[in-house]
């Protein structure tokens, strides 16, 4: 199969996506090819470096990698200081290029270290995750997390290039996988019924991973996202769509120390509160939130709730960076493909939702 390619336009530039098997193998000719053959230092974290390091030797120079701990755990600030770090040591200038190669965690931290390094190195998101591919690779959003919340420090920082290949997630654990499926879900329930039937009728062959099944699913992905972000880079209106099911999502990361979660099941049980929440204000179907339930249960099952604290989880919510003025922009589906953002949201609803999906 080609790579599919389509560019998204920012307020500097444009970069392309390019989404295809076979990318990662060649990923030194691809960066040739976009004119991408300055030093580069390549950030990754130790399970990518396992498998993949062999692959990675064309574009190293000779050097090794910056590698940095796996997990949401270590998107925080002395991973990246340690990035600087590295940088120094290879004294990195104006015309090295950073590849992010790995999940959303290394690219938002390396993305973050190459947005404020001598204030902005280029940075090219090879994502070898399938919540990376379909999601935090695209747009530019960089950053680290505190341990009040999520994405609290960071910085727009458009790359210059990203590259996914779909063949690179033969390797990725089941649960990882099944992680980023549920980004993919968040794509169909904000604006593709058709895409969301598509995940609904293949998870035989999505998990699988059929790349020939993968790739126009990731490709779909990759562009509703670019087509959102295009429309409002800074996330001052349309952009907030992409945050359905991540206000609480955030917040059961938060509350659970970032150790029980994986990025993509606390947005699953997010997407799930959400929907609950609008299907009670009768702007969500029963046949909808019927369909959401059984796609998200028949992906696996989902860690335990039932010991975190609704009360932990809504002064988590208050912290979220989604607040504006004061205000929370939260996300309701209205339909499959569908959503609004509402702004009157109160704290009872919040509650009521979270209790739905096992918090006491």
């Known amino acids: ?185 968040k794509y169909g329930v904000i604006e593709s019924r058709a895409l969301f039937d598509r995940l609904s009728g293949s998870l035989t062959a999505i998990f699988a991973r059929d790349v020939e099944v993968l790739t126009p699913i990731i490709a779909d992905c990759c562009r509703i996202k670019a087509d959102v972000v295009m429309s409002d880079e800074r996330e001052h209106g349309r952009r907030r769509v992409l945050n359905f099911g991540h206000t609480m999502g955030h917040a059961l990361e938060a509350v659970s120390k970032y150790r029980r979660f994986r990025h993509g099941e606390a947005v699953g049980l997010g997407m799930l509160a959400a929907a609950e929440l609008s299907h009670a204000r009768g702007e969500f179907s029963a046949d909808d939130l019927q369909a959401l339930r059984d796609v998200i249960t028949h992906m696996g099952p989902l860690p335990a709730t039932s010991d975190l604290k609704v009360s932990d989880a809504l002064d988590a919510i208050l912290l979220d960076k989604k607040i504006a003025a004061g205000t929370l922009h939260f996300v309701l589906p209205t339909a499959i493909g569908s959503t609004r953002i509402a702004t009157d949201v109160t704290r009872k609803e919040l509650s009521a939702a979270l209790r739905t999906i096992g918090l006491r």
């Open 1 to 185: 199969m080609m790579p599919i390619r389509f560019d998204v336009t920012h307020a500097a530039g444009s970069y392309p996506v390019l989404v295809g098997a076979g990318l990662f193998a060649r990923l030194g000719s691809v960066l040739a090819e976009h004119h991408l053959v300055a030093e580069s230092v390549v950030v990754t974290c130790p399970p990518v470096w396992r498998t993949h390091g062999a692959d990675l030797a064309p574009v190293l120079g000779g050097h090794s990698p910056l590698v940095m701990p796996d997990g949401e755990r270590a998107k925080v600030l002395p991973s990246v200081a340690r990035l600087y770090d590295g940088l120094v040591a290879r004294r990195a200038d104006r015309s090295t290029v950073v590849l992010a190669v790995g999940g959303g965690v290394v690219g938002d931290a390396a993305g973050f270290a190459a947005a404020t390094y001598l204030r902005g190195l280029r940075v090219v998101q090879v994502p070898t995750t399938l919540l990376a591919q379909v999601d935090s690779a695209i747009g530019g959003k960089t950053g680290v997390n505190l341990p009040a919340g999520k994405n609290l420090v960071g910085a727009f920082h458009a790359p210059s290039l990203v590259v996914c290949d779909p063949s690179v997630l033969a390797t990725l654990p089941r649960r990882e996988f099944r992680s980023g499926l549920y980004e993919a879900i």
